[in-house]
């Protein structure tokens, strides 16, 4: 059994940082991607990055230079680090790991395992 749990979100204004975590447990995460993702009301869950396996990285386009993943594989832990925040940042973030190791994904389908989420709110 895998459990994700997220941490570090909250209010922040337009222009502000936030640093999110998500801590892993139940087995090793050594050769396995981890993701993040996000959902705002009344929308689709989106990616946001991942941190592969083989230690790339992936964003997408609406967060690349403000946003960068890490990870802490003695930890098992992934960051992300959110700067230049925006209104539309605003969502529940969301941490997640395939089921199987040596692949990687930018999309939801591709992730097996997922965190209870943690809302971030930018104000204007």
């Known amino acids: 059994q895998v459990q994700l749990v997220e941490s570090g979100g909250g209010l922040v204004q337009a222009g502000g940082s936030l640093r999110l975590s998500c801590a892993a447990a139940?087995?090793?995460?050594?050769?396995?991607?981890m993701g993040w993702f996000r959902q705002a009301p009344g929308k689709e869950r989106e990616f946001v990055a991942a941190?592969?396996?083989?230690?790339?990285?992936f964003y997408a386009d609406s967060v690349k230079g403000r946003f960068a993943i890490s990870r802490d594989n003695a930890k098992k832990t992934v960051y992300l680090q959110m700067n230049s925040l925006k209104p539309e940042d605003t969502a529940v973030y969301y941490c997640?790991?395939?089921?199987?190791?040596?692949?990687?994904?930018?999309?939801?389908?591709?992730?097996?395992?997922w965190g209870q989420g943690t809302q971030v709110t930018v104000s204007s």
């Open positions: 997640a790991v395939p089921a199987g190791p040596y692949r990687v994904a930018t999309t939801p389908g591709g992730y097996d395992y």
């Open positions: 139940g087995r090793t995460f050594t050769g396995y991607s």
């Open positions: 941190f592969s396996w083989s230690s790339s990285t």
